[in-house]
């Protein structure tokens, strides 16, 4: 059976990744509405005679698009942020919890998980849910990304500066300073945290991948919270699944460094745990690639589990 795929915005940089991602497949067949795409009638039957809908669109389109859709059979994957908190969506990282995948297996509405959110859900989760991290402890986050993070203008900014004489305007440049980052809302509910976490986003001179870390006091977490305590939780949480790595303890603690671009291409996220026994400190940090798993490869994955088929297809 050959499923119809369109993506509202396919132009745009998670569209473009997408679309490479699908074009490929026999079992997919995408619906390319070429120089008709901001035709809104074209669009409207588009939206409703697909199997599936993938989103990749600024907030507000993606709420015009969705109230489009008249057809409730079309199963729709959001990569904005308008649904990521929205109760009536599906949270769409499959590792998350042990009846994610089935929730989203059967919704016909799943909102794909941030790039940052990916890495930090993936660390702090388990451990709130362990009680090693009590669920009212106020947590930071700090994190790097390349510039396709930011998008066609960001993008342009940093290559056309790569292009010219001169060196890129910056090298590395922290932003998200009001403290009101769009990220923040699903980083805190779905991790169960009672209280905002304060996150502290930059992006670096480089096109993609990211490191998301947490650093943590053990003296402030639940009593009896250690390295090894907080590595057993991790590896115990994401035990046999294909797209997350927890890194063995002695292989983190010989390493003398770390590089957010290492699984560029792929739709891995990998977790390490780097700690200071004596010091009593901890620093969580999860590598991904943000055009990956943390946005296209993401989206691929929800689509081929409410597809019914192998989640892995067309990934790596």
Known sequence: ???????????????????????????????????????????????????????????????????MIENDKVRVIDASTAYRVDPNWVYGFAEMDAGQREAIASSTRVSNPGCYPTGFIALMRPLVAAGIVPADHPVTVNAVSGYSGGGKQMIAEFEAAKESEGAASTAFRGYGLSLKHKHVPEMTKHTGLQQPVLFSPAVGNYRQGM?????????????????????AALAAAYEGQRFVEVVDLAASEAMTGIEPEALNGTNTVRLHVFGDRNGGQVRLVAMLDNLGKGASGAAVQNLNIMLGLDEATGLR
């Open 1 to 67: 059976m050959t499923h119809t795929i369109y993506i509202d915005g396919e132009a745009g940089t998670t569209g473009l990744e997408i679309r490479e991602r699908l074009e490929a497949r026999t079992d997919l067949q995408l619906m390319l509405l070429g120089d008709r795409r901001r035709d809104v009638e074209a669009r409207r039957e588009a939206l409703n005679s697909a199997d599936a809908v993938i989103l990749c669109l600024p907030d507000d389109a993606a709420k015009e698009a969705v109230s």
């Open 211 to 231: 490191l998301v870390e947490v650093p943590l006091h053990l003296v402030s977490l639940s009593q009896g919270a250690s390295v090894e305590s907080i590595h």
